[in-house]
């Protein structure tokens, strides 16, 4: 552990010198995040465990909107904490920022599983069934997490959007109800009910 936090050290003295050199001698614009990146992907050629290097990568990447170096980068620190729910749904978002579905959906069940009661990668899973059009999947995942907790204001809202976006407005009225018994000033909830009612040609209720 000493060894990397004095690899990551250097990598760090090492940026501020390349910037600080580059500006004296120059007088340019500097990229000091480019600069940080190329360091440490040096560094990480020789510690190959610098799960802080990597983090920064990842990071970096994903900050680029390079998914695929951001997902290649997030296997990294997998390799390194197999056993961290949380690397593994960073894995997840970064392969479904890249649009890989399957793989994300495959990570995110990795997380879900070395920590059954963290609620995102269920949520993480429910979007990306969502990006699939799986509305059904979707909507499975979120009502277990709804029994679970029945008291997560926010799980209802987004509930009552999925069974709009598959056409089961009935199902949509139902959800944004008791959305509103839990929050009544809930405004997405009253903006969604009345669209579900619109969407049934229930226009009287949709004004109420």
Known sequence: MKTKKRWFLK??????????????VKSVTIDVESVKAAVLKQVVKIDRDNVEAY????????????????????????????TKSQTWNGL???YASGGHYEEAIQ????SAQLDPNRRWPHVCL???YKDMHLYNDAIEELK?????????????P???????????YDKAILACKHTLQLDPNRSNA???????????GRYQDAVE
């Open 92 to 94: 997840g978002d970064e």
């Open 126 to 128: 429910a979007f990306t």
């Open 144 to 156: 277990l997490l709804i029994e679970r907790e029945p008291d997560v204001v926010g799980l209802n």
């Open 190 to 200: 009253h903006r969604n009910l009345g669209n579900a009612y619109g969407n049934l």
């Open 11 to 24: 990598a760090e003295l090492a940026v501020l010198v390349c910037v600080a050199c580059i500006w004296v």
């Open 55 to 82: 983090r920064f990568l990842a990071g970096y990447y994903d900050r680029s909107h390079d998914f695929e170096k951001a997902a290649e980068v997030t296997n990294q620190l997998v390799r390194i904490e197999p």
């Open 158 to 168: 987004l509930l009552a959007d999925f069974y709009s976006q598959a056409g089961q």
């Open 107 to 110: 990570a995110y069940k990795k």
